[in-house]
């Protein structure tokens, strides 16, 4: 067997490996809630039991919209490799300032400052994607800032010989290093919904696309102190 059909092969198994737990786990919970809360709401509407039965309706539409999003993200994610995404040579400038500005309220709100470089290096990609990569990444600096700290963003940008490597740091509460890989994994959590709102679907994501676009992505990281993560292309 050639190297190529070797890492093709081992990709299709890891693939089948994460529909088989995502159906096997993240999809039951909800189908469970479904079940349950259905028999519950239908007993109680029998009994007249109106306010407890929007209750439990809420909780219904709850599930259902978590199925949703759930299995959408898997055909997202799926589809990434499947079809073939158009690449060309995109300017960074732009991409960044697109995923600001679809984050604006949450950066405002929140009282965070992103810095970036000006005139940033063009790359090889999906303008798309991209932007959806880097709104990811400072979402999630937003998302897990320290409580007592001014969150700042700083995405910079260094050219090598051989590739382009953006730099997305941040001050947050940091990711410890037993972490590194799992939280590349797609719907792996490190908080419970209760603690941060999410499905674990936005790191999964952004490691297929920049994978798709040809290049690598990796972090450092220290608790207390924060995150830096390395996206590593190939120059245009």
Known sequence: M????????????????LI???????????????DTEYAELVTLLKNKHIFLGNIYLHEIEAAIQDMKILINA?????????????????????????AISNLSEQIIASN?????ANELHTIVGSEKYLIYVFRELIENAIKFRKKDVDTVITISCIEY?????????????GIEEEFFEIIFTLFQRLHTKEEVIGYGIGLGMCKRIIEVCGGTINLE???????????NFRKS
């Open 2 to 17: 050639s190297k190529q059909n070797e890492i093709r092969n081992n990709a299709v198994d890891s693939d089948y490996e």
């Open 20 to 34: 088989t737990y995502v159906l096997s786990h993240d999809l039951k919970k909800p189908l469970r809630v479904l």
């Open 74 to 98: 898997l055909l997202e994610y799926m589809n990434l490799r499947n079809h073939p995404v158009m690449l060309t040579v995109v300017n960074c400038d732009n991409i960044i300032l697109k």
């Open 112 to 116: 965070v400052t992103v810095n970036y």
């Open 161 to 173: 010989k051989d590739k382009i490597q953006y730099i997305v740091e941040d001050n947050s509460i």
């Open 221 to 231: 990281s220290e608790v207390g102190k924060g995150s830096k993560f390395y996206l």
